[in-house]
Nanobody, 121 residues
Framework: QVQLVESGGGLVQAGGSLRLSCAAS????????MAWYRQAPGKQREFVAH???????NYADSVKGRFTISRDNAKNTVYLQMNSLKPEDTAVYYC???????????????WGQGTQVTVSS
């Protein structure tokens, strides 16, 4: 069984910064890619950023230049540094990862439980 556990959410004023972390645990062989999504109240879950094991990144247009995704492969952990936060960034942020375990030939997609980010104006 694989678990993804997020941390680092909270309340911040507009213009502030937060750093989210997501640690994967279990009988993991490989994780690729790792990603962040978010879901605001009354809206669908949307893509924020992803990063491959080789370090290639991709971002949603709404966060480019403000958010930075990174990962520590040795720790099976992905980070999201969020700067210049805006009220419209308020959402529950979810970690997602495609994981190979010792029991699987193809990867399975896992989600974390989510962490709340609230940006006040």
């Amino acid at each position: 069984q694989v678990q993804l556990v997020e941390s680092g959410g909270g309340l911040v004023q507009a213009g502030g910064s937060l750093r989210l972390s997501c640690a994967a645990s279990g009988r993991i062989i490989r994780i690729n890619p790792m990603a962040w999504y978010r879901q605001a109240p009354g809206k669908q879950r949307e893509f924020v950023a992803h990063i491959t094991s080789g370090g290639s990144t991709n971002y949603a247009d709404s966060v480019k230049g403000r958010f930075t995704i990174s990962r520590d492969n040795a720790k099976n952990t992905v980070y999201l540094q969020m700067n210049s936060l805006k009220p419209e960034d308020t959402a529950v942020y979810y970690c997602n990862a495609d994981v190979w375990t010792i029991a699987t030939i193809i990867p399975s997609s896992y989600w974390g439980q989510g962490t709340q980010v609230t940006v006040s104006s």
